[in-house]
């Protein structure tokens, strides 16, 4: 069966530091969700365990990298979430609009991208939001970690859901697009169990989308094809 919602592949490199994470979702066919209600793309990471990523010396098992559509807008958000609850990061404001959307409609022909810049040892610097639209004008919103908040991943998982506020659910009426993943160096492919430690949570947010393979097995630069 398809992977679908919120049950996307988990990606990664052996356990290895991802470098310079960069997604992108090419749209084929506009991206139109019932009642107009919004949809995020969710760049869901996890934190390397070896060392164990903290932040005010409490361990991190959760990164949320996120493009909401909502309000007519489009936004970027970022939550890191502790395994002590309450010990997590985000940035003030939360979400940053950075362009607009009408109706929380995104057309054929836009490109939107999360691009994590990292250290040489993996540990992310900075995240930037952006989307183009089918003219070519691009919009974007970078933010730049403090540096007692410098953490490196070892997986990830991408998925196409709900909006971060309201129902936190949406059913795409009309949807289509490809998925890329690429790194500065390395080798991505998809986990089949979890050999790297610590927890992989799946996002609270929902969805009808349904994911295809991820071509080729691995690869610096992969792709999938994904369908509302």
């Not at 991802?18 to 919004?38: I, M, P, R, W």
């Not at 949320?64 to 979430?81: D, L, T």
């Amino acid at each position: 069966m398809p992977l679908s919602s919120s049950n996307n592949a988990v990606l990664f490199d052996n356990c290895k530091s991802l470098q310079n994470l960069t997604v992108t979702l090419h749209v084929t066919l506009d991206l139109v969700t019932s009642g107009n209600n919004g949809f995020s793309l969710q760049l869901n990471c996890y934190p390397q365990t070896n060392p164990q990523a903290t932040y005010r010396d409490k361990p991190l098992n959760w990164f949320q990298y996120v493009i909401a559509v909502e309000n007519n807008s489009v936004q970027g958000g970022i939550q890191y979430w502790s395994e002590v609850k309450g010990f997590g990061f985000s940035p003030s404001p939360n979400y940053v609009p950075f362009a607009s959307a009408t109706s929380n409609q995104v057309p054929a022909g836009s490109v939107m991208r999360i691009a994590l810049a990292t250290e040489p040892n993996g540990n992310v610097t900075s995240a930037t939001f952006s989307i183009t639209d089918p003219a070519g004008t691009r919009s974007s919103h970078t933010f730049t970690f403090p540096s007692d908040c410098l953490c490196a991943i070892d997986g990830f998982q991408v998925d196409l859901v709900g909006p971060p506020s309201g129902t936190h659910t949406c059913t795409f009426t009309s949807g289509l697009g490809v998925l890329t993943y690429w790194v500065s160096s390395g080798t991505l492919a998809v986990q089949n169990t979890n050999t790297c430690g610590g927890s992989q949570p799946g996002t609270g947010e929902t969805s009808n989308v349904l994911y295809g393979d991820v071509v080729p097995a691995s690869g610096q630069e992969i792709f999938q094809l994904f369908v509302g």
